[in-house]
């Protein structure tokens, strides 16, 4: 990962490209890359649909390697969404072939005069941008379909559907699975519509001729990439809950522990749950001649994911996630699986995020647009509202916050405008910690269970202290950050929390490929200076301390069974960036 | 509700998924109640130690994660849900020990005075790769459920598991699938019954 390829789409005469050394860029990657290009290039207060700003996509520091599940894809931008900084990442075969490219990064900048409607084919020759009008209004899967005929099916394929063309804050970008379906998405910040702002439908990314990136160590590389695989096969989660039931798992268990929000956050507990859980959904998959364990990308060791087929044994839509079965489920009162599937489907297929998506046909459900529990209606808001680009459609497609807003409710659970996920932070205090405080707006991943408790950072906390639920969420966010840059699935978090050999390899693997020494300690400087990268680019775009808040209902409104209210102060969430 | 009849089923291990919906919501057993987690799960319930600690690591009361089964009491009506370990940063905090144990500190279940003891019901829950290795054991054992309870779950059943069961028996008396839900249908929905279910591998 040598080079950057810059794409001008404002140039006169047409989008001129141009390459450049990777410099600092060609030992990093993902979310470091993406958030340090758009912290250094674009202004902060720029409107996020205007010609300042740059979608940046980056593979992982070990993207395109033999590194066993290394295939995630990083894009940044400042989001229209949240109007802060923005890093979206997804799974699917994009990462691995841009990097065996040898492309460190792709910005995009700049916005084209005129209607014309692009196209980008990178192979290891040449870059072609074009202008394909036959693509206009295409949904995602038409759209690959078509595409396939044009390029085979060796290539991997990152596009928008119709949402992105129309610039709705919640579009995605999708990225093609091995199957070259359209299931991966960068989904959450409107990435979607940055790059439709562009008018770029799609990226066409083929690697053939290309090799494995070699490693400076291979002898190192190789055997610390077989104790990495071995550590995510024994433990139970990598390599057992995961593999058979999916991210899905989590329906009964939070659901148990009274954390599950229900019908737009009004309990805690869905009376429905084990019907939509993930071991009645990997059942069904099963029994329909479907997958329960499928990987996103070649070379996952963990395989998450599924095929979910319909009742005539056809395929829908890949296995959807424990977010995207809560936010269509439980959230807006849905208890029937091909009723989230057949949604999980047509959010990829306009290309919009399933997280904002659900939430805000919930908090529309709220407004009284359909009633709690309409399967049918709630088909009907994604497929020929949003899907057709009708008003209704687009208040829809603008997210939760604009949806709260048209509608008249107050409950609107979103931080800096983007929608919460599948754990209510009322029965999981320290999570909306992070909801509240990380840069990206309200997102589960920001803090993810890494082993802060192997690497140290911030020293041992005292879970006994009110405060310790500010400093996990910290070292959490910090551990989180740097283990987005590197391309790995944030589901290795699980081996290497648990197992110390484990992560001992996770080094060694850096290590080995960049032939340096890393430590824990480099994992958690990298964390650092990325957040605070983040955090000065958010000030710099009108956020403080009031924007790191939880929406107030939180606060005053009891979440049954517990009965508990968010405890945290305003005075203890801005301890959080204490380090700089 | 007292304890009336015993139904008996003979299925081939293959339809435990059949059983699945009814053992994540929650079967009721007759137990011991007053001890603890552990002395329930082990003593009365005949679970391996080593499995409990490798294997059962999040675990529920009434609603609470648990740290301690030895210092978890069960009591008339409780309810326990056993789980693996589970993935996501909610799904570590709700583990058992967990080092993130402090982010779900308020709803985490506290050292309690042991209750008091005697016969009574308490209520199991099998979430993920517990229910699948443990679910039998636990059916083996014997489940209690209303008439209309089983009516539910007899009727939402199709035509692979009838043709899958090699004996029912209510009591003593072998039944056809035919009369069984019509015995069922016309007896009293709320008294109680116990299903024990033997599974042939
Ligand atoms: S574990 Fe799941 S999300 Fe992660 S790379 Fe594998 S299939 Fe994709």
């Known amino acids: 990962m040598d080079k950057i390829l810059r794409i001008d789409m404002s140039a006169t005469g047409g989008p001129q490209q141009s390459t450049e050394k990777a410099g600092e860029f060609a ?36 993207s395109g390697t033999a590194a066993a599940i290394s295939g995630r894809i990083s894009v940044g931008c400042k989001s229209p969404l949240t109007g802060g900084i923005k890093e979206s990442n997804a799974g699917g075969q994009a990462a691995q072939v841009l990097a065996r490219l040898g492309y460190a ?84 910040g409107g990435v979607g519509a940055v790059m439709g702002s562009k008018k770029i439908k799609a990226i066409i990314l083929d690697d053939a001729g290309c090799t494995n990136r070699p490693p400076r160590d291979a002898e190192r590389f190789k055997t610390a990439n077989r104790a990495f695989v071995e550590g995510i096969r024994k433990h139970p989660v990598s390599g057992e809950g995961l593999p058979a039931y999916g991210t899905n798992v989590l329906t009964n268990v939070l659901n148990e522990a009274g954390g599950y929000p229900t019908r737009n956050f009004k309990t805690g507990q869905f009376e429905d ?80 995020d399933t997280i904002e998506m659900g939430v805000a046909i919930g908090v529309a459900m709220e407004g009284g647009v359909i009633e709690f529990g309409d399967d049918e209606g709630a088909i009907r808001l994604v497929r020929d509202e949003v899907g057709k680009g009708t008003p209704l459609g687009r208040i829809l497609g603008g997210g939760a916050g604009m949806t709260g807003k048209a509608f008249g409710v107050t409950r609107v659970p979103v ?58 969420s910290r ?89 508990l209210t968010f405890g945290v102060t305003d005075a203890e969430l801005d301890q959080l960036y204490n380090w700089d | 509700m007292a304890e009336k009849q015993s139904l008996r089923m003979v299925l081939p291990l293959e339809q435990l998924s059949a059983f699945s919906l009814l053992l994540q919501q929650g079967v009721w057993l007759r137990a011991q109640i007053g001890c603890s987690v552990a002395s329930l799960l082990t003593e009365q319930f005949g679970i391996a130690e080593d499995y409990i600690v490798e294997r059962i690591t999040t675990l529920f009361l009434d609603c609470r994660p648990i740290d301690d089964l030895e210092t978890s009491y069960v009591s ?117 019954i116990l299903l024990q279910v033997e599974f042939e591998s």
């Open chain 1, 273 to 352: 749950a084990s019907k939509i859980s993930g071991e009645s959904q990997a059942e069904l998959e099963i029994a329909r001649g479907g997958k329960a364990t499928h990987g996103c990308h070649r070379g996952c060791v963990i395989q998450c994911s599924g095929i979910y087929n319909d009742k005539d044994g056809k395929f829908l839509t890949k296995q959807p996630e424990y977010e995207t079965v809560w936010s269509h489920g439980g959230h807006c009162g849905i208890s029937d699986l091909d009723t989230i599937a057949t949604l999980d489907y047509w959010d990829d297929n306009i290309g919009v």
């Open chain 1, 105 to 188: 990064a792709i910005i995009i900048e700049g916005l084209p005069e005129g209607d014309d409607l692009y196209k980008i084919h990178i192979n290891k020759d040449r870059v072609e941008i074009s202008v394909d009008n036959s693509n206009k209004l295409l949904d995602n899967y038409p759209l690959i379909d078509k595409l396939r005929k044009e390029y085979g099916d060796k290539v991997a394929f990152m596009s928008i559907g119709t949402a992105g063309e129309r610039l709705m804050v919640s579009a995605s970008i999708a990225c093609t699975d091995p199957e070259l379906r359209p299931t991966r998405h960068c989904g959450r």
């Open chain 1, 475 to 563: 070292n959490l966010q910090i551990a989180t950050t740097a283990i987005d840059s590197t391309g790995l699935c944030l589901f290795i978090a699980f081996p290497i929390l648990d197992q110390p050999e484990t992560f001992q390899s996770l080094l060694d693997l850096l290590g080995g490929f960049y032939g340096i020494e890393m430590t824990g300690d480099d994992i958690v400087a990298l964390g650092q200076k990325v957040l605070t990268l983040e955090r000065e680019f958010n000030k710099g775009a009108g956020f403080g301390p009031e924007d790191d808040r939880l929406p107030r209902f939180f606060q005053t409104e009891k979440l049954p069974p517990h009965n």
């Open chain 2, 76 to 192: 008339d009506g409780s309810t326990l849900a056993l789980s693996s370990a589970m993935p996501g940063l909610v799904g570590t905090t709700m583990r058992r020990g967990s080092h993130l144990a402090a982010m779900r500190g308020d709803i985490s279940g506290q050292v309690q005075q042991p209750v008091e003891s005697g016969m009574g019901r308490i209520r199991i829950k099998l979430f993920n790769l517990v229910m699948a290795e443990l679910g039998a054991t636990f059916l083996t054992q014997g489940i209690c459920l209303s008439n209309a309870e089983l009516d539910n779950f007899l009727s939402a059943k199709d035509d692979i598991f009838w043709q899958s069961v090699a004996a029912t028996m209510v009591g003593d008396l072998q039944i056809d699938p035919v009369s069984l839900v019509k015995y069922i249908r016309s007896a009293d929905p709320r008294a109680e």
């Open chain 1, 415 to 472: 931080v800096k405008n983007q929608a919460l996920p599948a754990y209510d932070p009322r029965t999981v205090q320290g999570i909306g910690v992070t909801y509240a405080t990380s840069t990206q707006g309200a997102d589960h991943t920001a803090g993810y269970a890494v082993a802060t408790n192997i690497l140290k950072v911030g020293g041992d906390v005292d879970p006994l202290k009110p405060e310790g639920q500010v400093e996990l």
């Open chain 1, 27 to 62: 030992a990093l990657g993902g979310r470091a890359t993406t958030s340090t290009i758009v912290a250094k290039e674009v202004p902060p207060d720029c409107h996020p649909l205007s010609a300042e700003n740059k979608l940046v996509i980056a593979p992982g520091m070990l």
